[in-house]
């Protein structure tokens, strides 16, 4: 029976009992702990310096009160790069292409730099439903096509993440199946077909890091404009 292309990106199961947690909670053992000592050892080193130097371009053009969301926002980076970049080993499972939990990330998110901005400088805030200089007929229509587009914020956020890598695992799987199949009727056909598929999963690995990126980037972009 042929199975779909769509089925690895179901949910894995053992006696029936759902793994994605397991999936979750695998990526933060795979990070080594910062020791008590002086001298840390290079990955220690290279981690921190990753860390410091995400957490110095992402929060620069940010007042000292989005600050706070320094840890946060680079713990989301690290997870979401880890998830991304073991989904594609083999016999794996991506969490971030369920749109579900890419929602759950997205929109408790988005929703906590409205209220922010709701709550600290409310004029501002409703200021950017209503572009300066706006002709007085076209005011109601602005305002509610920038409340449409404030609210799908986190829908493209979820979204875009999804399908990026998504498109990306189906597309190795579909050029790995015609590489295999290719092989013992047309091997110069197939060793071509292989090193495409070579060059397109060094551009998921790209991918994986810039959607991360992407996405950590947006919600500062959100966060900026209400503090």
Do not use: C
């Not at 400088?121 to 200089?133: D, F, I, M, R």
């Not at 602005?142 to 990026?164: C, K, Q």
């Amino acid at each position: 029976m042929t199975l779909s292309f769509f089925d690895k990106f179901m949910s894995p199961s053992y006696l029936g009992i759902p793994l994605i947690t397991l999936a979750l909670l695998l990526p933060w053992l795979l990070f080594p702990t910062p020791s008590a000592r002086w001298m840390n050892n290079r990955l220690l080193t290279l981690q921190s310096w990753f860390i410091n130097r995400f957490t110095s371009q992402l929060f620069t053009p940010i007042n000292q009160g989005g600050h706070k969301w320094a840890l946060a926002l680079a713990s989301l980076m690290l997870f979401l790069i880890s998830l991304n970049m073991l989904g594609l080993l083999p016999y794996t499972f991506t969490p971030t292409t369920q749109l579900s939990m890419n929602m759950g990330f997205a929109v408790p998110l988005w929703l906590a730099t409205v209220l922010i901005g709701m709550r600290n400088q409310p004029t501002a805030a409703l200021g950017h439903l209503l572009p300066e200089g706006t002709p007085t007929p076209l005011i109601p229509v602005l305002i509610i096509i920038e409340t449409i587009s404030l609210f799908i914020r986190p829908l493209a956020l979820g979204v875009r993440l999804t399908a990026n890598l998504t498109a990306g695992h189906l597309l190795i799987q579909l050029i790995a199946t015609a590489a295999f199949v290719l092989l013992p009727l047309m091997p110069t056909v197939a060793i071509l077909t292989a090193t495409l598929l070579f060059l397109l999963t060094l551009l998921e690995v790209a991918v994986a890091m810039i959607q991360a990126y992407v996405f950590v980037l947006l919600l500062s972009l959100y966060l900026q404009e209400n503090v």
